[in-house]
């Protein structure tokens, strides 16, 4: 167990539809990533929250947001959804806010565009 | 771009054999993490090498960074079917706020 809680764990839903990603990161991590795992694609890295400032951006699209909290959780906005959008989404957490740390990822939300 | 290119992308083999798998870029890494992912789970963290030349052993995972810091490779002995998962290679990009991740090679070790 990682200590990472990621839900809701699925996720189906219509094409333009908005949904809420939800992670809570491990006890005293204070950064929190997020990607995206497509079958063809590999882990995508979307954006990276340190201690509720945004601190480097992926190839995020427009529709998508995102924001940590002062609890430290966060949150994945995904509007307009698209077909394409159905992927595996991970969050991931450390405790510094440099990428040479050690990421603790959750069990994903597996989003399902119809 | 920092890119993480793996190879061979999928690997089938026999258990008891032995086997590498390799990470490459054309830039220079402060570190290199190797991650082992199973269906239905996030990636998990198997080792982080940081200096040029460095071989970490993990049972029967060896793991080498190279001298110049822009290649890895993992080597599994004796293959067991417990070792079957998705082997992720990822580093930091320049600026650090990132961790970039390579493509993966999926790897299958039958009884």
């Known amino acids: 167990d990682s200590g990472v809680t990621q839900t809701p764990k699925h996720l189906i839903t219509a094409t333009g539809q908005r949904v809420t990603l939800r992670c809570s990161p491990r006890?005293?991590?204070?950064?929190v990533y997020w990607y995206q795992q497509s079958l063809d694609q590999g882990l995508q890295f979307l954006i990276h929250?340190?201690?509720?400032?945004?601190?480097a951006k992926g190839n995020i699209l427009e529709r998508f947001s995102a924001q940590q909290f002062p609890d430290l959780h966060s949150e994945l906005n995904l509007s307009s959804l698209e077909l394409g959008d159905s992927a595996l989404y991970f969050c991931?957490?450390?405790?510094?806010?440099?990428?040479?740390?050690?990421?603790?990822f959750g069990n994903g939300t597996r989003l399902t565009v119809t | 771009t920092q890119l993480l290119e793996q190879s061979p992308q999928f690997l089938s083999i026999q258990e008891g054999e032995n086997l590498t798998v390799y990470c490459n870029s054309s830039?220079?890494?402060?570190?290199l993490q190797w991650y082992r992912q199973e269906p239905g789970e996030g990636p998990v963290l198997l080792v982080t090498?940081?200096?040029?030349?460095e071989v970490k052993k993990l049972k029967r995972l060896t793991f080498q960074f190279g001298d110049a810091r822009k290649d890895s490779s993992l080597h599994i002995t004796a293959a067991q079917p417990g070792d079957t998962g998705l082997y992720l290679c990822?580093?930091?990009?320049?600026?650090?706020?990132?961790?970039?991740f390579g493509a993966g090679t999926r790897l299958f070790v039958k009884a």
């Open positions: 929250y340190y201690n509720g400032e945004e601190r």
């Open positions: 991931a957490s450390s405790v510094a806010g440099e990428s040479n740390s050690p990421l603790h």
């Open positions: 830039s220079v890494f402060s570190s």
């Open positions: 006890s005293g991590d204070l950064s």
């Open positions: 090498v940081v200096t040029g030349g």
């Open positions: 990822a580093g930091p990009n320049t600026g650090g706020f990132k961790t970039i």
